[in-house]
């Protein structure tokens, strides 16, 4: 048994001839071509079933990796409400913990302290509406009710405050901010607030979509409608990097014009839409509907239900997140007084240590280990994932 990526894409550490054969059959025509003025037949193919697949969206923007694409939903919302003749919308709002990238724009919007702290000074200012895990609640208030308390201050914010551009989320789930599941209803609400107040919704889907909660494109499953969503991460399956940031008619239709109008956006990466990216792209979707990955992973979830009270139990153990391919769990020194667990060296160094020695890899977020194995995993591999995670968090209690 090889040791499991905690952050593997679509098949870990498994090759798929197919893919390398993408790699190969594409290098024979052509390697690289900007879209510059130029297009290829890899990148038409792709962007057209990337529209297919996604519900409202109309054109595509590629991009190299998911802080780029991000970066690019954000120039495009500010300049989407510029070319509306709306300048005073200017200002971002977002969950507290999101995680968008690592550019300053990403670190902007998507501002985790522990990861972010000293470049505060340097990034630009965004409304920040506080969203804790469900572990760390207030007290006698339950997830729904905390969410429809979140709900109700963006509500606030959207009434009394006509600056604001967009909303930024993670669709389905806040992941490298702690492992925060949202609940039933709530990233559709929101998106019907935006929709009544007159702001753009943006989603990031580069951890959250392709299979990682168990849907293919998540913000379907959440019943909601963004006008701007990246993708990135599972697309390519892991072999080369890759991201894309999609737009609906109305945003695109914003940026048409005269030439002398300006209203086109000044934005472009040496390796957007690579025809080698692309290609793999393109089979890596194909072997999704072959291998009928989706029900696939649903099914190989439910190994993560079955084992979450097993978890649980564990008495440094505090509380168990997870969703589709996606688990975080919550370690703690005093289950009473929900303290952090923590040790001499840092926490993330302890559990990866003792996870190598049980042959896995193991990551975490302070306190929280991370489980988002390979979505191709098979149900017994997981067990065998789940089985040594649980010798790692026994050993490193002790």
Sequence with gaps: ???????????????????????????????????????????????????????????????????????????????????????????????????????????????????????????????????????????????????????????????????????????????????????????????????????????DEIATGFGRLGSLVEYVSQNSKPDIVSYGKMLTGGYITMAATLVTKNIYDSFLGKYSDMRHIYHGHTFTGNPLSCAVANENLDLYEKASLIKKIQKTSTVFEKRTQEILDLKTVGGVRHKGMLMGIELVRDKSKKTPISFKKSTNKVVFEEARKNGIYLRTLGNIVMLVPPLAISESELNYLIDRTILTIKNISR
């Excluded at 297009?39 to 595509?60: C, F, W, Y």
């Excluded at 670190?107 to 760390?136: C, D, E, W």
């Design 1 to 203: 048994m090889t040791a499991w990526q905690a952050c593997g894409a679509t098949y870990g550490g498994t090759r798929k001839k197919s893919l390398i054969f993408a790699i190969k059959k594409q290098s024979e025509k052509i390697v690289h071509s900007s879209l510059f003025n130029l297009t290829n037949d890899q990148a038409e193919s792709l962007a057209k079933r990337l529209v297919g697949i996604s519900p409202h969206m109309h054109k595509v923007f590629y991009s190299d990796d998911g802080s780029t694409a991000m970066e690019i939903s954000f120039k495009m919302a500010l300049q989407y409400w510029q070319n509306e003749g709306e300048k005073n919308k200017s200002q971002f709002a977002t969950l507290q913990n999101g995680y968008h990238g690592d550019t300053f724009g990403a670190m902007s919007v998507g501002y985790v302290p522990g990861f972010f702290s000293k470049f505060k000074n340097q990034l630009y200012k965004t409304i920040q509406i506080p969203f804790a895990n469900s572990h760390r609640l207030p007290s006698n208030t339950t997830p729904k009710e905390y969410q429809d308390q979140r709900l109700e201050k963006i509500e606030r914010l959207f009434s009394n405050n006509d600056k604001i551009a967009a909303f930024v989320m993670e669709s389905g789930a806040q992941i490298a901010g702690g492992v925060n599941i949202y609940q039933n209803g709530f990233q559709e609400k929101i998106s019907r607030l935006c929709k009544k107040h007159g702001v753009l919704l943006i989603l």
